[in-house]
């Protein structure tokens, strides 16, 4: 994921909006890329120097009407889980069309056990998380890996 200050932002870079930005999309080392863009509702970190084997991302539907209680809820899984879970990143994001609303989760976790931990009841949150979704969300998981532009913490 990237962050942009604003739209403008990001149509000042030109080019088409759904093709990825910045040097690494100018590398050429993405094949296959797609960029979609959320407003940005919720950002947690566990520091800089936590470390992660694990990235989630869930794009969820969600039921009309309900969308200011799912955040509060993710809100307050963040609190829960990134003390005692493993959960050390996350970014909520959330688009809004004629359609309804949708929101992107992108979670970092510790190691892959600890995710399956804290979905042992299907979602994260377990099963009251459920209720938000107005169909399955769509969740892919990628291995995670260190973009440090430090090269003394890289060795």
């Known amino acids: 994921t990237s962050l942009w200050p604003s739209a403008e932002a990001v149509l000042a870079q030109g080019g088409d909006v759904s093709e990825p930005r910045g040097r690494l999309a100018a590398s050429?080392?993405?094949?296959?890329?797609?960029?979609q863009h959320?407003?940005?509702v919720l950002?947690?970190?566990?520091?800089?120097?936590?470390?992660?084997?694990l990235v989630r991302l869930s794009s969820i539907e969600l039921v009309a009407r309900r969308s200011s209680a799912f955040y509060e809820h993710v809100r307050q899984l963040w609190d829960e889980l990134s003390r005692d879970v493993g959960l050390v990143a996350l970014r909520v994001g959330r688009r809004v069309s004629a359609d309804g609303e949708q929101a992107v989760v992108v979670s970092a976790w510790e190691t892959g056990a600890m995710l399956d931990g804290?979905?042992?009841?299907?979602?994260?949150?377990?099963?009251e998380m459920g209720t938000f979704y107005a169909s399955p969300p769509v969740i892919?998981?990628?291995?995670a890996l260190s973009l440090?532009?430090?090269?003394?913490?890289?060795a």
């Open 43 to 53: 950002e947690g970190s566990a520091g800089p120097m936590a470390r992660c084997e």
């Open 140 to 143: 892919e998981h990628f291995t």
């Open 148 to 154: 440090d532009p430090d090269p003394e913490r890289r």
């Open 118 to 127: 804290a979905t042992s009841g299907g979602f994260v949150g377990g099963a």
């Open 38 to 40: 959320y407003e940005l």
């Open 28 to 35: 050429g080392l993405l094949r296959d890329a797609r960029a």
